[in-house]
Structures are given as structure tokens and as C-alpha cells.
């Protein structure tokens, strides 16, 4: 989802907007033309069916008391985490050689920023056909790859997560969630030298999960679909949707917490009101334990 909107042209959510407001019909057909000039239909049609076939999950109890406390202490916004190219040296100056990520890059989504083997991997999210770079930053130097540029609908890398089942002395692989139309997930690697390769693609379609974590040796992604059902997906294609009021919000990030619990930040569009739900997904018992949603104006606050 976009972190902010570099153009004045309204986007589909936003003829939704003045459709309910106005009851002019024509910002619904507005809404389905841009959804079949961008090439959604798939999504728009997954969104019904799952509306239609599924219901979000019940929550079956636990005592999460401590991942809360957790979460409000040490993890105090639940806002979108978006990181400006230039907010980098802040963080990562000294270790990395961030000050010569390339001036185009607009910026970041924390979850497409990990640390392997000595570079630090920034996935690029911007706003217009040229945002879809991964860069690979050293100490002392940066360098950017351009694979995805070359595939239409693909706009924003998403999430960024190690995969060392595939990896040894000599390569470690990661996993790369994308967007914006064209959503996938894919494997790559690096090599000893620091240059990275895309090795195959896992899904091919409704994949460009928004937070990706590895938990207890098993993968788990969180989507990315507003105003329609999302759920937490593994690897092997189980889908676990979220509860309400959850369900109808994509993703915002994972935190994980004893390599056991997920505590996922949902949220709706800003033109939809912005709302919040923190939602904890139990994997051992494949379960929602708590689910809450959240006053947008206010920080996160225990009860």
C-alpha cells in the first residue's frame, strides 16, 4: 500500500470515497474502469470470493498480557513504519554505506530492510514506474538492481526476509514480497561478493505480502488487500484469515514474539478513515488470541 500519494489524481479508493458520500454513479464507474485499466480485476474478484466463502477466524483467548506491555514499551507507534532515504545515516550511518544509496530512491518500508552477511538490503518503495530497486549497501559502497523494472505492474518492493534454509557458505538466499499491481514472491540470493540474483519465483499471484517473518522454521506473510478479507498465509499456501474488526484492514508490519506469537498491525486506507487493529496469532495452535482495534489519534494504550 502506498505510504503517501505523490500525485493529484484520485485514486481508486478515493472515487469509492465520493461514491458513498455523493451517490453519484459516477465515481463507482470511475472506481471499476481504473480497477480494470490497472489490470486488478483477479484481486477485485479473490476479494468476493473470499467475502463470500470465508469468515474471519474467532478468537480463542490467551493470556497475551506481556506481548501487549511488550509491544506499548518498546514498540510505541503503530503507524505505518516508512523510512525516507535520507532518515537512513541516522540509523545505519557508520555501518553502512547508506549515504550512497542512489538520490532516486524516494525510501523504505522497515520491512524491506534487513542486515545479511555483512549489507544491509533496502527494498525501494516509491510512488511511479522507476521505485522497484533493491539495493545492496557495504560499508564502504551501494549498489542497485534493477530486476524488477523490467516487469510491468511491479512498483514497490513490499517486505525483504532471510531465508537461510537455502543458504551456505557461499550464497545466502531472501525471500521478496512485491506490488504494486503485480504481487509476488520470490527467492533470490547473494554471493560472497555482495551481488544478488533472482533465483525463482514461489506465487505468482495475490502475494505481495506486507510483513514477512520466519517463526519457529516456518514462513508466514500477511496481505495486502484493502477494504477486502486478509489473512496471515505460510509458505504452503494455508490461510488463517484475521478476526474482526481486523479482517477487512491489510497488514502494516509483524512483530514476533517468542518465536512463537505474531502480533500483526492492520489498517484501513487513510480515505477509508485510517482505523487500527492489533490482532496476536498463535502458531502452535493456529489460532487468533486477542484482536483489538485502536484509536487512530491515540498512542497504543493497555486497557
Not at 85 to 90: D, R, S, V, W
Not at 169 to 180: E, I, M, P, W
Not at 219 to 244: C, H, M, Q, V, W
Not at 280 to 287: K, L, P
Request: net charge negative; proline share 4%; with cysteine.
Amino acid at each position: 500500500m502506498s505510504e503517501a500519494n505523490t500525485t493529484v489524481l484520485p485514486t481508486i479508493s478515493e472515487n469509492i470515497v465520493k461514491f458513498k458520500a455523493t451517490k453519484n454513479p459516477f465515481y463507482l464507474f470511475k472506481a471499476v474502469w481504473m480497477v480494470l485499466k490497472r489490470g486488478r480485476t483477479h484481486e477485485l474478484l479473490w476479494g468476493m470470493y473470499c467475502k463470500l466463502a470465508y469468515k474471519p477466524s474467532a478468537v480463542i483467548p490467551q493470556d497475551v498480557t506481556y506481548i501487549l506491555e511488550d509491544f506499548a514499551l518498546n514498540r510505541k507507534t503503530y503507524k505505518r513504519e516508512f523510512r525516507k532515504t535520507e532518515q537512513l545515516p541516522e540509523i545505519y550511518g557508520g555501518k553502512y554505506a547508506v549515504e550512497k544509496i542512489p538520490d532516486y530512491y524516494f525510501g523504505t518500508r522497515i520491512e524491506s530492510l534487513i542486515e545479511m552477511d555483512g549489507a544491509l538490503l533496502v527494498g525501494e518503495y516509491g510512488f511511479d514506474d522507476n521505485s522497484s530497486h533493491i539495493a545492496v549497501v557495504t560499508k564502504d559502497n551501494c549498489t542497485a538492481n534493477d530486476h524488477y523494472m523490467h516487469e510491468s505492474g511491479i512498483r514497490h518492493i513490499h517486505a525483504l526476509e532471510p531465508y537461510p534454509e537455502g543458504s551456505t557458505d557461499d550464497v545466502k538466499q531472501f525471500l521478496v514480497a512485491t506490488g504494486d499491481r503485480l504481487k509476488v514472491l520470490d527467492l533470490w540470493e547473494m554471493d560472497n561478493n555482495k551481488e544478488i540474483r533472482f533465483v525463482k519465483r514461489l506465487k505468482r499471484f495475490l502475494a505481495g505480502y506486507t510483513a514477512i517473518q520466519r517463526v519457529n522454521g516456518k514462513y508466514y506473510g500477511g496481505t495486502d488487500f484493502s477494504g477486502r478479507p486478509n489473512y496471515i498465509e505460510t509458505l504452503a499456501g494455508k490461510k488463517f484469515f484475521f478476526p474482526e474488526p481486523a479482517v477487512n484492514m491489510f497488514v502494516i508490519g509483524f512483530h514476533v514474539f517468542d518465536d512463537r506469537y505474531i502480533l500483526s498491525v492492520n489498517s484501513e486506507l487513510d480515505d477509508f478513515g485510517a482505523k487500527k487493529a492489533i490482532s496476536i496469532f498463535d502458531t502452535q495452535s493456529e489460532t487468533f488470541v486477542y484482536c483489538k482495534g485502536i484509536d487512530i489519534e491515540q498512542e497504543f494504550v493497555l486497557d
